[in-house]
Each structure stands twice: as structure tokens, then as C-alpha cells.
């Protein structure tokens, strides 16, 4: 991480299509480097697909992504600059997990014994000789997680990371990625559900259908704006206005909710035999 100037990550006016079907629309973003950024989002909101088109694993309709000032593409050395993690299934099932570690690091020019470390880092050092078709999904995560540290990069990009670890590897998880930025790196992670990174994350972006809802710095996000999905949108936002919310619709199910608690605004759905469906 000697980059002086660190590796800001930059989108702008971003938008992907498949077909009729617009999965990511106009979305800009930065992530700045020495933070955690948290990317929020329902399932289905575009996460992933931003992800692959910033890793160009995709290809963009219109707009731009940037890695420190250039595209993925154009890094010279892109392990020693960007470590991902995108898929839970990218092994080999029949590959070691050690293997399946020594292969990407002779690819990067990385020093086998880098691979033995973060083995033992990550938890793994006694699975290391087995076959990853007989990995549980956390330790596929935990292997995932080392691959992407390997060539001990600023900018580490994850897709739900947290998904199939337990409290124990949930809490590694989030001492690494924030000692991570501590030292001046970019960490940007990916999850459907707040609760896994309101005690990691700096900052928080939010998107749902593709588009921006909010983002910013998440201690003031959490006072100042919910997201809330329900079938009974018209009804919610008359409840929720009459008790002082501020109400704004996103899309055909999801409200904007701002100056009412998150936690009120549970009670007084429930209050009002309104189902939730996320919030």
C-alpha cells in the first residue's frame, strides 16, 4: 500500500442492460480510500453486476468505473493493486484449496510460502490439503477471502463475503477489512443486509433496481433515511406521514423513509397489520 495518493473507486453514470431488462441505471458512486464502504442492497438491485463491470468482467451500456484513476483493464499489475471476490463457487472441486491458491500465485509471481500464511489466517490451515468440492460455503468464503489478500492489494472488492461464515468468522472478517483500511486501503463490500456491515462499514451506498438511493457517511444514513419494501406502499407512507416521516416511493414496493426511527417504523407497520418485506 504504498500509493501515496491511495486508490479512490469511481462510478459514474453507470448503466447496464440485458435486453429490455435495465439491471443497473445511471448509478455513480465513490469509494475513498482508509474506509469501508458498504454496498446495500436487495437481492436483485444490481450489486453484483456493478461489481463485474468496475472488475471488467462485464461490460457497460454507458458510464465509467475507475480504480485509482484507471480501468481495471489498464492496470499494469492488477493483483498487486485490486484483490476480488465475486463468486463463492470460482475452484476447482477437485483442486486443493492450497493448490487452487498456489496456482493464482504463480500466475502473480507470489511466493508459495504467502499461500501457507493466509492459509493460517484465514482458518483453513488444517482443510489446506483437501479437495474444495467438499468445502462447506463458509470455508469457500474463507478461501475466497485469501485469494483476493494474496498479492496483498489496496483495494479489495467483495461480494458478500459475510454469507455462510459463523459469528466467529464474521467478526475475522471484519478485523481484517478494517485493519485493511486502517492502513490506507479501499474496501468496498458488497451485502443484502445491513446488520452484516453496520459494525464494519465508514460509509454506505445504497442502491435498489439499479439506481441510487442514498449514500454517505453511515452513522448519519442511519439517522437520517430507511428503506423499506412492502405490497401496501400507499398505506405504510399515510401511517408513517402521519406520525412525521418524511415518505418518498422507490420503485413499485419500496418507500424512502427519513425523521422516524427505523425501529418505530417496524412498530408502527406492525401497529398497523402492514406486512414488511424488508427494511
Known sequence: MTNPTGHRLVVENLTKRYGDNTVVDDLSFTAEPGRVTGFLGPNGSGK??????????AGADHGSASIGMQRYRDLVDPSSVVGAMIESDAFHPGR???????????????AHHRVD?????????????????????????????????????????????GNGLDPEGIRALRDRLRQHAATGGT?????????EVEHLADDV????????VTSGPLAELQHSASLVRTTDV??????????????????????VVGRLPIDEIGERAF?????????
Open 205 to 212: 451506498i445504497v442502491i435498489n433496481d439499479g439506481r441510487l
Open 234 to 255: 400507499a398505506r405504510l407512507g399515510e401511517v408513517l406521514q402521519a406520525a412525521g416521516a418524511t415518505v418518498e416511493k422507490r420503485g413499485t414496493d419500496g418507500l
Open 96 to 110: 486443493s484449496g492450497c493448490n487452487h491458491l498456489r496456482i493464482i500465485a504463480d500466475a502473480s509471481g507470489i
Open 271 to 279: 401497529a398497523a397489520g402492514i406486512a414488511i418485506h424488508e427494511l
Open 117 to 161: 500464511e493466509l492459509l493460517d489466517e484465514v482458518g483453513l490451515a488444517k482443510a489446506a490439503k483437501r479437495q474444495v468440492g467438499g468445502y462447506s460455503l463458509g470455508m469457500r468464503q474463507r478461501l475466497g477471502l485469501a485469494a483476493a489478500l494474496l498479492g496483498e492489494p489496496p483495494v479489495l472488492i467483495l461480494d458478500e463475503p
Open 187 to 195: 474496501v468496498l463490500v458488497s451485502s443484502h443486509l445491513l446488520t
Open 48 to 57: 453484483s453486476t456493478t461489481l463485474k463491470i468496475m472488475l471488467d468482467l
